[in-house]
């Protein structure tokens, strides 16, 4: 069992990561921007699930693969780059019709959040090398472990990220009148994740 103290010191040390801007923040306000709050918080729990499955990954040992084998580490970034890209030509494509607060609309952005998550392999390095600090082998099993305090980081990214993203949908619903100029901000947001990706090091 994992010492309730350990615990305690583990969640403000994860709050603190949640709240520093990074991509999934950044993609959480894209999305916001381009389809309003409901696909917000849709973005940002298939981030959160992401999360989930690169802890699980890590848990099992498989993420050391990731951090030994640099073709892998590679192979998984430039995935995440075209799918990014993708993204951003389909929200400079879209113009004014880049709101979808509908049902589909929420799935994808679910979808979406979750395959820009997994293709990120600077998460799963991440978790490699925060979590194990607060891991002990003597309280229990080490997947268990891994799967709870990952469990900590991903409810606290969720609701920040989708926090996040409701604002910026509002600011989004009040800018759209302006829908060309407002996917191209989008497109550029999506763009420069792929280049922040792209010159992404592994360590």
């Not at 990954?57 to 892998?72: E, Q, R």
């Not at 979406?112 to 229990?140: E, R, S, W």
Request: charged letters at 10%.
């Amino acid at each position: 069992m994992i010492d309730p103290l350990v615990l305690i010191a583990f969640v403000p040390a994860a709050l603190a990561l949640n709240l520093t801007p990074g991509a999934d923040m950044m993609f959480c306000l894209g999305q916001g921007l381009r389809a309003g709050p409901r696909a917000a918080w849709a973005a940002s729990a298939g981030i959160a699930a992401g999360g989930m499955v690169h802890v699980t990954l890590a848990g099992l040992g498989l993420g050391a693969a990731v951090a030994a084998m640099p073709w892998l580490f590679d192979a998984i970034r430039w995935i995440g780059v075209a799918y990014l890209l993708w993204l951003a030509v389909n929200a400079f494509r879209a113009g004014g019709r880049s709101f979808q607060n509908t049902p589909r609309g929420v799935r994808r952005a679910f979808r979406t959040g979750l395959i820009v998550n997994l293709t990120n392999p600077k998460v799963i390095l991440f978790v490699l090398a925060f979590v194990p600090q607060f891991v002990d082998p003597a309280a229990g099993p080490i997947l268990g472990q891994f799967l709870l305090f990952g469990a900590v980081l991903s409810v606290g990214g969720f609701v920040i990220n989708g926090m996040i993203g409701v604002f910026a949908g509002g600011a989004g619903q009040r800018l759209a009148r302006a829908g060309r100029w407002l996917s191209y901000l989008t497109g550029g947001i999506f763009a420069a994740l792929a280049l922040r990706l792209a010159l992404l090091e592994r360590a």
